[in-house]
Nanobody, 124 residues
Framework: QVQVVESGGGLVQAGGSLRLSCAAS????????IGWYRQAPGKEREFAAV????????WYTDSVKGRFTISRDNAKNTATLEMNSLKVEDTAVYYC?????????????????WGQGTQVTVSS
């Protein structure tokens, strides 16, 4: 069982950067897939990024690929999402998530644990 709490959201100018953090607790953080979802106003939650337990695999949705980097530190039970070259359309609530399988967690149906969300607002 894993609990995740995310932080680091805020207001940033387009083209700028933010780093989101996810602090985890529970019995098996290192064995879990960790990812990020986001939800823009009036939109469905969408998959953004995921990293496998040993960081051997990282997948990103096409809209953030090349701009966002997901990483994790199993010794510290933390994960991060570094966001660069931010665009106005990146504005959303971002959720740290955890699950069992890196391939399946790209579908919200297979997310086992959700954080409470942190707001990211990108202004022009």
């Amino acid at each position: 069982q894993v609990q995740v709490v995310e932080s680091g959201g805020g207001l940033v100018q387009a083209g700028g950067s933010l780093r989101l953090s996810c602090a985890a607790s529970g019995s098996d953080f290192s064995g879990n897939v960790i990812g990020w979802y986001r939800q823009a106003p009036g939109k469905e939650r969408e998959f953004a990024a995921v990293v496998s337990p040993t960081s051997s695999m990282r997948w990103y949705t096409d809209s953030v690929k090349g701009r966002f980097t997901i990483s994790r530190d199993n010794a510290k039970n933390t994960a991060t999402l570094e966001m660069n070259s931010l665009k106005v359309e990146d504005t959303a609530v971002y959720y740290c998530v955890a699950g069992t399988y890196v391939g399946l967690i790209r579908s919200s149906s297979y997310v086992d644990y959700w954080g409470q969300g942190t707001q990211v607002t990108v202004s022009s």
